[in-house]
């Protein structure tokens, strides 16, 4: 836990050093990508919830839109704006265009990706040509879905696995990659800013975070 809140103590610096009147100004963080009818209950919800409580702005679309909601407008929306995205890779992921069409779009606009195998293995991924889409467009979807398979990600059983040390891990996978691209922006817009504020500055941050943290592992029973 203690490398987990230095991580977003250092991520909550950079952000200030970029726009110190907002400490996060993107819109979203990370972009959760996955099928409904595998994950939604269980591995996405609950990542979706996690970063919740660390204070990222993760887009889930079964718990981010709300009726009236454009779909499509939307998830491009949330696309464009993220800096991380998770592809949760379930036994139906292929099965669903939508979900091939948002990794496709995560690809193309050159997104972080962290791949997640659910209950799943890289090889048994493969996109599906029913023949009613453009060959050309196929092909786009084949490139995205080959490219994350060969990025490095986790793996999961949610049979058996232990589901406290995978949201660890996930959590400092995401905020590694947030990290990286946040330097990334801070290096493009000034090559000389330093990457952290002063100590004292840094020392209510991390404070803020520490009980922020404090206060999701209590849980909603010991904060009442």
């Known amino acids: 836990m203690q490398r987990l809140v230095a991580s977003c103590s250092k991520l909550a610096n950079t952000r200030y050093v970029r726009n110190p009147s907002l400490p996060n100004p993107n819109l979203c963080d990370v972009f959760i990508s996955h099928r409904r009818i595998d994950t939604k209950k269980t591995i996405s919800g609950l990542l979706h919830d996690h970063f919740t409580r660390l204070h990222l702005n993760s887009f889930l679309d079964s718990k981010s839109l709300k009726p009236g909601d454009r779909l499509l407008?939307?998830?491009?929306?949330?696309?464009?704006?993220?800096?991380?995205?998770i592809a949760v890779f379930s036994p139906r992921y292929c099965d669903s265009y939508f979900c091939l069409h948002e990794l496709m779009r995560l690809m193309e606009n050159k997104k972080r990706?962290?791949?997640?195998?659910?209950n799943v293995k890289p090889s048994e991924l493969c996109v599906k040509n029913d023949r009613t889409r453009p060959a050309a467009e196929i092909r786009r979807l084949q490139l995205a879905l080959e490219e994350a398979k060969y990025t490095v990600g986790l793996t999961f059983d949610t049979s058996n696995g232990d589901w406290s040390e995978f949201l660890t891990m996930a959590s400092d996978a995401v905020i590694d990659n947030l990290l990286d691209v946040e330097q990334g922006r801070l290096r493009s817009i000034n090559p000389h800013v330093q990457e952290h504020i002063c100590v004292e500055q840094a020392k209510e941050l991390e404070k803020g975070i520490r009980t922020r943290q404090h206060q999701s592992d209590d849980g909603p029973e010991e904060k009442a």
């Open 113 to 118: 990706i962290i791949p997640i195998f659910c």
């Open 73 to 85: 407008f939307e998830v491009n929306a949330a696309i464009r704006e993220c800096s991380v995205g």
